[in-house]
Every structure is written in C-alpha cells, then in structure tokens.
C-alpha cells in the first residue's frame, strides 16, 4: 500500500465502519510509515472530538405538533386537486389509462355543458370518437356514465341528484 | 431501494395519505439533525424541517424509485439548508449559546466546564467551514453515510466527496489545536 492509498483508507478507517481486510492493510502500512501514523493519529483525535457533540434535539413539544402543523401547510399547497387525482390515478391496477379516462370525461362532460352545445340526444355519438377500447375494457359502463353525467348536469330541469334537506322547524 | 420505503411510497401513490404519515415519522428526527448541524439555531431547523416534508409530498407522486428515498430526502434537506445559509449569509452557522445548552449535565463542574470548552470550540471550528464542506461532514461523521451515497447527495464524484472531508477534516484539527494551544498559555 502507497501512502496516497493509505491516505485515503484512513478516511475510511477513521470515520466510518471498513472491511477487516482494508483495515489489515491501513495497520500494515502505518506499522511501517511514520507519517502517515501521525496522520492517521491526527485524524482519529479529530474525529473523535467533532462526535463528542451531542445529537442536536428539538425542545420538548416540538415533535408531537409537527404533524399537524405540516398537515395544516400541505392543505394550503396549491393544486391540489390534479395532483391529488393524478395521484389517485396512477395507482398500479389502474395506471395511466385510468388517468386518461378521467381526463376525457371531464374533456367531453366540459365540453358538451358549454353554451350552445348540442342537446343531450346526441351526447353518444358526440362521446364515441373519444372514447378506445382500452377505456371500455377499463371501464365498461363508460357510456353510461357520461350519459348519467349529461343527464344529470346538462339539462335545466333534470331532476336533482339528492334531496335537499328539509328546513328543521 | 429499502423495502419498507418502497412500500409506503407505494401506498401514497395509491392515496394513503397515512403512507406519508409513516415516512414523515420514520424520517423527520434524522432530516432534523442534519438541518439543525447546518443552520443557526432551533428555528431555522424547524423551519428547513418543515420545508423538507413539504417539497417532499409535493414531488413523492414522480419519485421513480431509482435513487433510495432516503438519499434523494438528505439531498432535498441539504440543498434547502445550502439556500437557507446563502440567503441568510449574514447571519452566524450555529448559535454557539445553543450548542452548550444543549449539552447533557456531566458530572462534577469541572468535567462539565471542560465538555463545554470542547463543544463550544469544536462548534466554533465546523461553523467556519464553506457550507457544502459542513454538509459532507455532518452527512458522514453524525449520520454515518458512505462516500457514495454522499456524492449523490451533494451531486458530485465519490472522489470529490473524499478530496473534501480530508480538506475539511485537516482545517478543523488545525482550528482545534489552535485552539487547544491558546487555552493551555
Ligand atoms: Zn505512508
């Protein structure tokens, strides 16, 4: 072992757990090389001075909030909602394709509730270019759904989806 | 990557939001500790803390997997410490009153007169070093991390990592034994 590669096991030796082999070899060489043993002893008294600081710790108090506080800051994070559904979306089952599902019906839902869309007869015909076999397979009462949804949400007077709760006397 | 990691990151892309829960506590003592080893006082580390987890749960959902969690989380906690310090540049690294409140009660005034001597100046000498200098030396002397997962952390070569610990290692023990020197006329 040369004392450059010495060197730079000692800074292995010094600050960390080595392989009893390197090990072997570092006390080789210093049992043999005065210089790096003083180095290797310079080192080591360092080190062991710089761990004789403690941990630093938080005061008392200060982990059992930390949660609720972080909560409080991610709840305030904006966009929340996409990254929330795309989240939700990617899980492994599903994956991507069930993504692009959500994101075509809000696509065609938004688009067939503009101003001057279409009435809801036509709502099939107008959702089948969008939709692919793999979105039927993924979900096959995708049709129905988007049917539901125009239904439901495009015309004036549909019936409300939930009772309104009546007014306590 | 670590098994149990690998597990919760998977849940929280499923939407578990307890899987973020659970990496929050199993990590946040730890991203503390390195925080509060490199800016001034409780509350910079509390605040680089906090920070951390955030930018962590915005960006969990794109974690590919292909680094540890736990690398690519020291890497967050140390860049964001890096900007802390640049933007705080005025302000001093550590505040050396805190370091020896810190410390435990040692037995008899003597030996604790003398702990605090050796905390204060060792305090003093890690406070002078450049910023991504402290970083390596917390990293690997108080977290224990091999070179390799050190040179991911701070984006550069394993040999960059080494050329820089012995650079900083030499300059502390020169501070120190200056120190020691002064304290013995
Ligand atoms: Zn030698």
Redo the contacts with the bound molecule.
Sequence with gaps: ???RE??EALLETVTGRTAPDLRRAVAA??E??????A?AARLEETVALLRATPDPAPPEGFWPGFMARLEERISREPVSVWARLRRRMSAPVLGPAAATVIVVLVFVVSTLLRPGAPPASTTQSQVAPFLTDSMRTLMPSLEETVQLWQSGLGTVDAEPLFETQPAVP | MDQEDAALVAAFKRGEESAFTALVIKYRETVYRIARRMVANHEDGADVTQEVFIRVHRALPRFDGRSQLRTWLYRITVNLCLDFQERRNRHSWVELEEVVQEAPAETGPVARVEAQAVRQAVAQAVESLPARQRAMVTLRLYQDLPYGEIAKICGCSEGTVKATMFAALRKLRGLLAEEWSEERR
């Design positions: 072992m040369t004392c010495a060197r060489h210093l043999v090389c005065p210089a790096c043993r180095e």
